[in-house]
């Protein structure tokens, strides 16, 4: 029975990432490996999200445009968690919205250009 999933996400400077993550997203470093750090696990409410040090895949130059998200985070409010972001100067690719699959939500673009949605039942 799978009790959990993770992301699991590709970065070139794991410290760079885990200040963006714990200093804009609000997520706690759970722990690195290796030192420099190659690998390294956030979380935030109960949920992780892993990092390893390695090259990202080639970019596509149509992502942003077709808003091609790297995750879908589901939250419980999202005004306040936007609210929060956007005091931290956190790079929205979409601002809070209600949408027509019921719910309210919103896109950050983070440090290594990965498209996050963030989004609360209606």
């Known amino acids: 029975m799978i009790r959990q999933i993770a992301p699991l996400f590709f970065t070139l400077d794991i410290p760079a990432t885990l200040a963006y993550y714990s200093e804009k997203l609000g997520f706690e470093c759970l722990g690195t490996w ?20 390695a090259e990202p895949p080639t970019a596509n130059p149509g992502k942003y445009e077709d808003e091609l998200l790297d995750a879908y985070l589901f939250i419980q409010d999202a005004d306040a968690l936007y609210a929060e972001y956007a005091a931290k100067g956190v ?3 979409r601002g809070v919205e209600d949408m027509p699959w019921l719910a309210r939500e919103f896109v950050v673009k983070d440090c290594d250009g990965r498209l996050l ?4 039942n209606l």
Request: glycine residues 8%; contains cysteine; proline residues 7%.
């Open 34 to 53: 290796q030192d420099p750090p190659v690998y390294a696990i956030v979380a935030r409410d109960g949920h992780a999200i892993h990092f390893r040090c």
């Open 117 to 120: 949605a963030f989004g609360a």
């Open 91 to 93: 790079e929205f690719a």
